[in-house]
T-cell receptor
């Protein structure tokens, strides 16, 4: 069965600290897709990144970076030099296609000035 | 493009009432889906559709009906509202080109539903 686990329910950091959000997934399929979404206090869901199972390259986008490791079924998300505007709930999600996502429980990140 | 739109933004119902949550997208996406978000549980899939005339159940379908008569619209119907259906509902759509690796779900702004 598919499953996504975000073990960190809440994280609190001080501005400019680096923070890593963990995501562990379970799937039997060899082809799948992993996602990260951000949900700011305003409530909308903002797409951050998609990673395909056959592409294990890590990715960096500005202060954001993602570490995908199939060997440990993990897709972790790091924010470097965090800012107050990064405060949000972050969701990791898994898809095997067909317009269906399995979400983790979410990690609430609080960045204090 | 308006993207994915949802109406209403907020609704209060009494137990037993019925209503329809509207969802529309103008991106010509083939896939559309409904999720509900409850505290501490992330988002859970209610129903989804891979094209007009085709729908299927997700993880938590009980108490909800869907239909998809057009590519653009995917309404979610609550037949007899219950307090357990108090939640935030999100509609999403994604594109299914010849390359499935391009599939990314984009979400509407959500509908906050309170059932008394």
């Amino acid at each position: 069965a598919q499953k996504v686990t975000q073990a960190q329910t809440e994280i609190s950091v001080v501005e400019k600290e680096d923070v890593t959000l963990d995501c562990v997934y379970e799937t039997r399929d060899t082809t799948y897709y992993l996602f990260w979404y951000k949900q700011p206090p305003s409530g909308e869901l903002v797409f951050l990144i998609r990673r395909n199972s056959f592409d294990e390259q890590n990715e960096i986008s500005g202060r954001y970076s993602w570490n995908f490791q199939k060997s440990t079924s993990s897709f972790n998300f790091t924010i470097t030099a965090s800012q107050v505007v990064d405060s949000a709930v972050y969701f990791c999600a898994l898809s095997e296609g067909g317009g269906k996502l399995i979400f983790g429980q979410g990690t609430e990140l609080s960045v204090k000035p | 493009n308006a993207g994915v739109t949802q109406t209403p933004k907020f609704q209060v119902l009494k137990t037993g009432q019925s209503m329809t949550l509207q969802c529309a997208q103008d991106m010509n996406h083939e896939y559309m889906s409904w999720y509900r978000q409850d505290p501490g549980m992330g988002l859970r899939l209610i129903h989804y559709s891979v094209g007009a005339g085709i729908t299927d159940q997700g993880e938590v379908p009980n108490g909800y009906n869907v239909s998809r008569s057009t590519t653009e619209d995917f309404p979610l119907r609550l037949l007899s509202a219950a307090p357990s259906q108090t939640s935030v509902y999100f509609c999403a759509s994604s594109y299914s080109p010849a390359q499935p690796s391009q599939e990314t779900q984009y979400f509407g702004p959500g509908t906050r539903l309170l059932v008394l």
